[in-house]
């Protein structure tokens, strides 16, 4: 009997409570904002291109977090122990506007990085590495959590394809970004790397002259 009222404690879990747990009623994946920003040179008018760019990534993603893994022998078994933490790529689906405005951004940016008609390119990383922000939001339009990747370049832009066959759509296309590593936090806590607020993380320029 003290076994089935264990069992009943463990699975008589109601509805009830469960609604408890998501008493803001769950995040959806919809309630997001992507904060874009870009190398001095490639906009006329970088507030502006800023703003709609955050109307206009209609797709992105909270970046993924992977550790690799050290396999070590031993009798016959394999002791599996943490090794490099590796960022994957971060991508952005961006709609199209009539006036391309955010895909002329990442054109010109693209073509600051790597020419191209000749084989030159920029030489100085912060000259087009750009920190980006993704915020989910509640359902109300509030922040619940950050995440910013830092120092971040598109590698890839896709194509956008053109078709008289195609109908009822409005052209959307992908940029890939790389980037270095990144952090989230909310109001509640110091966030990943004991971070606080993006004033406390490290400049690049910074580091190298301690290294220097």
Same mark, same amino acid.
């Given at each position: 009997?003290?076994?089935?009222?264990?069992?009943?404690?463990?699975?008589?879990?109601?509805?009830?409570? =469960?609604?408890?747990?998501?008493? #803001?009623?769950?995040?959806?994946?919809?309630?997001?904002?992507?904060?874009?920003?870009?190398?001095?040179?490639?906009?006329?008018?970088?507030?502006?291109?800023?703003?709609?760019?955050?109307?206009?990534?209609?797709?992105?993603?909270?970046?993924?977090?992977?550790?690799?893994?050290?396999?070590?022998? !031993?009798?016959?078994?394999?002791?599996?122990?943490?090794?490099? #933490?590796?960022?994957?790529?971060?991508?952005?689906?961006?709609?199209?506007?009539?006036? !391309?405005?955010?895909?002329?951004?990442?054109?010109?940016?693209?073509?600051?990085?790597?020419?191209?008609? !000749?084989?030159?390119?920029?030489?100085?990383?912060?000259?087009? =590495?750009?920190?980006? %922000?993704? #915020?989910?939001?509640?359902?109300?339009?509030?922040?619940?959590?950050?995440?910013?990747?830092?120092?971040?370049?598109?590698?890839?832009?896709?194509?956008?394809?053109?078709? !008289?066959?195609?109908?009822? %759509?409005i052209e959307e296309y992908q940029v890939?970004?790389?980037?270095?590593?990144?952090?989230?936090?909310?109001?509640?806590?110091?966030?990943?790397?004991?971070?606080?607020?993006?004033?406390?993380?490290?400049?690049?320029?910074?580091?190298?002259?301690?290294?220097?």
């Amino acid at each position: 009997m003290a076994q089935q009222n264990q069992g009943a404690a463990y699975y008589g879990k109601s509805i009830s409570q =469960f609604k408890g747990t998501l008493a #803001r009623g769950g995040v959806r994946p919809t309630m997001f904002q992507v904060d874009l920003t870009f190398p001095d040179g490639t906009t006329n008018d970088q507030a502006d291109v800023i703003q709609k760019a955050s109307m206009l990534c209609k797709g992105a993603a909270i970046p993924a977090g992977d550790v690799g893994v050290i396999s070590v022998p !031993f009798r016959g078994r394999q002791l599996k122990v943490a090794g490099d #933490r590796v960022f994957a790529e971060w991508t952005l689906t961006v709609i199209n506007d009539a006036n !391309f405005t955010v895909r002329k951004a990442m054109e010109k940016w693209s073509e600051r990085i790597q020419n191209h008609n !000749f084989a030159l390119g920029e030489t100085v990383l912060e000259n087009y =590495f750009q920190d980006l %922000t993704v #915020r989910q939001l509640d359902r109300d339009g509030l922040n619940l959590r950050t995440y910013k990747v830092f120092s971040a370049w598109p590698s890839a832009m896709s194509e956008i394809s053109l078709d !008289f066959g195609t109908t009822d %759509t409005i052209e959307e296309y992908q940029v890939t970004f790389q980037y270095q590593f990144w952090h989230s936090s909310d109001a509640n806590d110091v966030g990943t790397s004991g971070r606080v607020s993006d004033e406390n993380v490290p400049n690049l320029d910074d580091l190298a002259k301690v290294t220097s």
